[in-house]
């Protein structure tokens, strides 16, 4: 019930190319759906972030597709680039709780120049 | 301080023995969290502060984990006893009230030998 699937494990893309992570959900009651890139090193910085009362979120090359009744969010990059080569997560939390991020288990993405 | 504080970055004991993990959160932020990462798994909750009270402590794995947060700033997460099973990334978490936005600092690595 708390589980955040995510797929793929990893993705290798060309400059340029678009990136495409899949992540599903089962609690109905999550309504926060942020997505999180870490570099090696790094703690997790949050993307980009989206609510279940919209179908997309867009910024810069960054866009979060999302679809309630299938319960399923994706996260897409356009015209990726080397520097996006990092490890994506996709979350889910609760609203009316602590905001408790419940993770998915990542994607590692490779852009090749 | 500008962003999430956590020492030490790197700490390397063995088997039995008693470590402390400091966070020093972003000034204000009222909500703390722990986290552990372990090698390409996503992050994976253990405990939530609002204030000084532990408001859930869900996360904590056994009875060797005790996280601590006094005057409400500050937080140590304490490991009694160590075990090889619990080399991991520790990060912490902060968040203002009102806000659903955690800012992750960079974590400590734990290696139990």
């Known amino acids: 019930q708390q589980q955040v699937k995510q797929s793929p494990q990893s993705l290798i893309v060309q400059k340029g190319g678009i990136s495409i992570i899949n992540c599903a959900y089962e609690n109905t009651a999550f309504d926060y759906f942020p997505w999180y890139q870490q570099f090696p090193g790094k703690g997790p910085a949050l993307l980009i972030a989206i609510r279940p009362d919209v179908s997309e979120k867009k910024e810069g090359r960054f866009t979060i597709s999302f679809n309630k009744s299938a319960k399923q969010f994706s996260l897409h990059i356009m015209d990726s680039q080397p520097g996006d080569s990092a490890t994506y997560f996709c979350?889910?939390?609760?609203?009316?709780?602590?905001?408790?991020?419940?993770f998915g288990s990542g994607t590692r993405l490779l852009v090749r120049p | 301080g500008a962003g999430v504080s956590q020492t030490p970055s790197n700490k390397v004991t063995e088997k039995g023995k008693y470590v402390e993990l400091r966070c020093d959160p972003i000034s204000g932020h009222t909500a703390l969290y722990w986290y552990r990462q372990s090698l390409g798994q996503g992050p994976e909750f253990l405990i939530y502060f609002q204030g000084t009270g532990a408001a859930d402590d869900s996360g904590l794995p056994n009875d060797r984990f005790f996280a601590v947060r006094p005057e409400g700033s500050v937080s140590t997460l304490k490991i009694q006893r160590t075990e090889r099973g619990d080399s991991a990334v520790y990060l912490c978490?902060?968040?203002?009230?009102?806000?659903?936005?955690?800012?992750f600092g960079a974590g400590s690595r734990l290696t139990v030998l």
């Open positions: 979350a889910a939390s609760i609203r009316d709780s602590s905001y408790k991020l419940i």
């Open positions: 978490a902060s968040r203002p009230t009102g806000a659903n936005v955690l800012t």
